[in-house]
T-cell receptor
């Protein structure tokens, strides 16, 4: 059974700091891995999608890496800003779901990031 | 561009009452549609997904049901709500089962 773990559960940093959020998963048989951002009481915003054949993806100040063999992904945020404060969720899409297809995203519980001015 | 709409944003319902949450997607055809639930302190759990009109798959047995009456419309329902149905319900779509998923703004359901 695929399990996704995100450590730490919460992180507080001063503005301007570069930071790394960690995600680990137990089964390397995945189609892709997706990072999301969730603001309080809101839905999920997709940040980056990494296919299983890729090593990393970049969008602006965000860089996500994937090491499928070791079951790890990191989300690097450069020059953090107070507006980056949110919960960041990692999710993997298994190659084989319970219905035979890769229909389900398996989520971690998230890392709550606070960037202090 | 594609957009996803969910309503209502918040809902307070008494135990035993019915439920209907609606989700629609614009700007795409034949999307794969999903209902997830996010409970406090727990990760997101897939409840239902649909690959086409009238095609619904359930991930877990529960007090809820889903329907897809039109290509871009996905409805989550219950005949009688339980206290344990409280949570944050999120609708999502993807072009295919293994491509990027996009989520709506969610519905906060409180059963009292």
């Amino acid at each position: 059974k695929q399990e996704v773990t995100q450590i730490p559960a919460a992180l507080s940093v001063p503005e301007g700091e570069n930071l790394v959020l960690n995600c680990s998963f137990t089964d390397s048989a995945i189609y892709n891995l997706q990072w999301f951002r969730q603001d309080p009481g809101k839905g999920l915003t997709s940040l980056l999608l990494i296919q299983s054949s890729q090593r990393e993806q970049t969008s602006g100040r965000l860089n996500a890496s994937l090491d499928k063999s070791s079951g790890r992904s990191t989300l690097y945020i450069a020059a953090s800003q107070p507006g980056d404060s949110a919960t960041y969720l990692c999710a993997v899409r298994p190659l084989r779901g319970t219905q035979g297809g890769s229909e389900k995203l398996v989520f971690g519980k998230g890392t709550k990031l606070t960037v202090n001015p | 561009s594609q957009t996803i709409h969910q309503w209502p944003a918040t809902l307070v319902q008494p135990v035993g009452s019915p439920l209907s949450l609606e989700c629609t997607v614009e700007g795409t055809s034949n999307p794969n549609l999903y209902w997830y639930r996010q409970a406090a302190g727990r990760g997101l759990q897939l409840l239902f997904y649909s690959v086409g009109i009238g095609q619904i798959s359930s991930e877990v047995p529960q007090n809820l049901s889903a329907s897809r009456p039109q290509d871009r419309q996905f409805i989550l329902s219950s005949k009688k709500l339980l206290l344990s149905d409280s949570g944050f319900y999120l609708c999502a779509w993807s072009a295919q089962l293994n491509t990027e998923a996009f989520f709506g703004q969610g519905t906060r359901l409180t059963v009292v």
